[in-house]
């Protein structure tokens, strides 16, 4: 288990939040992980929601995918995050980030 990204404070607000409540004990490496989705998911983001739409669809829904596993609590690297959005078929095959944090 790594190093508490938050300090206790702040992880005592983020427990009181009906949406940010699963951040609450997120640790430093998560944090990264979780960064990265985010990055991933708003560069490819489709231009109608200000994206670039740059680059695959595939990077997004596995972006998109581990998006969704941090919020249910199960934190996930990147590659595990396309991993799993590849098990649902919502990509084709295994898309390998170019960098990971």
């Given at each position: 288990?790594g ?8 992880q005592a607000?983020?427990r009181?939040g009906?949406?940010?409540?699963w951040?609450s004990?997120l640790?430093?490496d998560?944090v990264r992980?979780?960064l ?13 929601y200000?994206g670039s ?5 595939l990077?997004?829904?596995?972006a998109l ?10 934190s ?5 995050a396309?991993?799993h ?7 084709t095959?295994?898309?390998r ?5």
């Open positions: 288990m190093r508490p990204a938050f300090s206790s404070q702040l607000r983020l009181m009906k949406y940010t409540r951040a004990d640790t430093e998560e992980e979780l990265w989705l985010v990055g991933e998911f708003g560069v490819r983001a489709p231009e109608q200000g739409g740059a680059g695959s669809a990077r997004r829904e596995g995918c581990g998006l969704v596993q941090f919020v249910r609590g199960n996930v690297t990147v590659v595990e396309f991993k959005a590849r098990e649902l078929g919502l990509v095959r295994l898309v980030p170019r960098s990971t944090p």
